[in-house]
């Protein structure tokens, strides 16, 4: 079955950076899709940043320009590299992942078939 095992987590001081990283594993399908996640306590969770197989990307708006997503289809991982973090980043981050194509449900958690458990990631000010 599909696994997907997060890492890269941490505590970093505002205005400092991060990668996280997605390790994939039993993947059936001939393309995926795949999002960044978070949810803070005592928040919903919200879609960050996402990529099509093809390599196209969504982010929301609070990460634009701070935030970069990508993959690497040798090493079946994706990664999320994280600038400029503040305080109001700090959440669980998790990976998700959905056979196909997402298009407009890239960032929407209801669209995905499998997550990972999550890495914590706390910014202080």
């Known amino acids: 079955q599909v696994q997907l095992v997060e890492s890269g987590g941490g505590s970093v001081q505002a205005g400092g950076s991060l990668r996280l990283s997605c390790a994939a594993s039993?993947?059936?399908?001939?393309?995926?899709?795949m999002t960044w996640f978070r949810q803070a306590p005592g928040k919903e969770r919200e879609g960050v940043a996402g990529i099509e197989d093809d390599g196209s990307t969504s982010y929301v708006d609070s990460v634009k320009g701070r935030f970069t997503i990508s993959k690497d289809r040798v090493k079946n991982t994706l990664y999320l590299e994280m600038n400029n973090l503040q305080p109001e980043d700090s959440a669980m981050y998790y990976c998700a992942a959905k056979g196909g194509v997402c298009g407009w449900y890239l960032l929407e958690e209801y669209a995905m078939d499998h997550w990972g458990k999550g890495t914590l990631v706390t910014v202080s000010s």
């Open positions: 039993g993947f059936t399908r001939d393309t995926y899709c």
